[in-house]
């Protein structure tokens, strides 16, 4: 038997509360309030053209997920080609992922443990996903059709 603890399933609504309160007093050390949207549990930060979304949802009893990700491009054509140049990134960035939403969108997010958060894995996530998805957008992006 290992010596960690086994996940047990469940959500922690304290945990979400506190780690919520956590997270927005680091937004709020990192930001002006003028830079912040918050729309219901989630917050919402522009980086040139990307907007960085933050939210803390349920994982299992003992912890919860801070997802830091950004939309990348939306109504992609996915093409093979394009899906195995996803597959290749994913291969080489050192934190988070890429990967294509149900509504034809591609993604860029990273998910921290959010229990014992702390201020210095906050900010290179956030910053990681704001470079990441702002250095890949363009390739991405639908291209317009020229006649």
């Avoid at 830091?68 to 291969?91: D, F, H, K």
Wanted: proline fraction near 2%.
């Amino acid at each position: 038997m290992p010596k960690f603890k086994v996940i047990k399933e469940g959500i922690n609504e304290s945990l979400i509360a506190s780690t919520r309160a956590k997270v927005e007093k680091y937004i709020q050390e990192l930001f002006h309030d003028y830079e912040v949207a918050k729309v219901e549990d989630t917050y919402s930060c522009t980086f040139g053209t990307i907007s960085v979304n933050i939210r803390v949802i349920g994982w299992h009893t003992e912890d919860v997920l801070v997802e830091v990700y950004a939309y990348v491009a939306e109504n992609v054509n996915l093409t093979q080609e394009m899906a195995e140049e996803l597959l290749r990134l994913n291969a080489s960035v050192h934190f988070g992922s890429f990967g294509v939403t149900f509504d034809k969108a591609v993604v860029y997010s990273y998910s921290l443990a959010g229990a014992n958060l702390d201020l210095n894995e906050f900010i290179a996530a956030v910053q990681t996903v704001a470079t990441v998805a702002d250095s890949y957008d363009e390739m991405f992006k639908p291209q317009p059709q020229t006649a």
